[in-house]
């Protein structure tokens, strides 16, 4: 009779070891479980800033290629066919090429009817020739990079 109460308590003891088991397995696979997505969410998290940090670094170089623009636009006729200047645009084209493979390209606006999601209005000119709301002059070029908005077209619209 001893034997039988000494087998139901070892019994006894056998289902709760099963059930800790079960408790400490379900336990530790909902920890691995919680630690993968962990490890997903923060890669995910560190490519977001570095692609932030890549985007404050665009921003930094777009005022150069305004500066490229600026002086191709002021330069003189006689001055497009020299050398030296020729050296200076194939520069700028080759900071274009640079922010396009970073998923950067130019907003196309003038001639198109304005869109507050992609331009800043900054001036209103009097005109018959363009229906209201046309872009008529780009003053700086707005970017997307990877189809979002990097920086806003400047721009003078018909009235």
């Known amino acids: 009779m001893e034997e039988t109460e000494a087998i139901k308590e070892l019994e006894k003891k056998l289902k709760e070891c099963e059930k800790l088991k079960e408790e400490y397995l379900a336990g530790w696979q909902r920890a691995r479980a919680d630690l993968i997505n962990y490890k997903k969410e923060e890669m995910e998290r560190v490519g977001n800033l570095i ?91 707005g970017y997307k990079i990877n189809g979002r908005l990097l920086r806003p077209a400047k721009v003078k619209v018909a009235k």
């Open 51 to 141: 692609k932030l940090a890549g985007e404050g670094i665009i921003l930094k170089i777009l005022p150069i290629l305004d500066n490229f623009d600026l002086a191709e636009k002021n330069l003189p006729e006689e001055l497009k066919k020299n050398e030296h200047i020729k050296g200076f645009f194939l520069i700028r084209q080759q900071l274009k090429e640079f922010l396009k493979s970073q998923g950067v390209e130019e907003i196309d606006v003038v001639g198109k009817k304005f869109d507050p999601a992609f331009c800043e209005v900054i001036e209103e000119i009097e005109t018959d020739e363009k229906e209201t709301g046309t872009v008529l002059e780009e003053v700086q070029k």
